[in-house]
């Protein structure tokens, strides 16, 4: 093994804060760690959908900058759980983020009812015209 993809989530972030944190936890801490025994570590940062804050809004211009700095290679682990209307928005927002930035996302999909899931995933990235 020589890369290790790092993908952020929290199953109990109710602030931004929390994830924003969790992703300077996995550049300044994780990276080195894992560069210091040889493995390359790959960042992706993103709002989970099982640990979406009040305000994930505010976390967006966070992942732009994580991208956009090479912090971060892609976007995720991002999805629907429920495919609730807010799951939908904050999947939407960040799918738009990766198609400007031309990264990969990691996508979750839930347990149950995965095909109905992975079909609303495609539609939205079929909105956002991302590949």
């Given amino acids: 093994m020589k890369d290790v993809v790092l993908c952020s989530f929290v199953p109990v972030?109710?602030?931004?804060e929390t994830l924003i944190d969790h992703f300077t936890e996995l550049?300044?801490?994780?990276?080195?760690r894992?560069?210091?025994?040889?493995?390359?570590?790959?960042?992706?940062?993103?709002v989970h959908p099982r640990c979406i804050p009040k305000e994930w809004k505010?976390?967006?211009p966070v992942i732009e900058e994580y991208v956009e700095s090479g912090k971060a290679v892609g976007i995720g682990e991002v999805g629907l759980e429920k495919a609730s209307d807010l799951?939908?928005?904050v999947l939407r927002e960040?799918?738009?983020?990766?198609k400007e930035y031309d990264v990969p996302v990691i996508v979750?999909?839930?347990?149950?009812?995965?095909?109905?899931?992975?079909n609303k995933v495609l539609s939205?990235?079929?909105?956002?015209r991302m590949d």
């Fill in 13 to 16: 972030a109710r602030y931004a």
């Fill in 27 to 32: 550049d300044e801490i994780h990276r080195p």
């Fill in 34 to 46: 894992l560069n210091d025994i040889g493995l390359k570590a790959h960042i992706f940062v993103g």
């Fill in 58 to 60: 505010r976390i967006l």
């Fill in 87 to 89: 799951e939908l928005d």
């Fill in 94 to 98: 960040q799918l738009k983020l990766a």
């Fill in 108 to 118: 979750h999909t839930p347990m149950g009812n995965r095909v109905n899931i992975v």
């Fill in 124 to 128: 939205l990235a079929e909105e956002v």
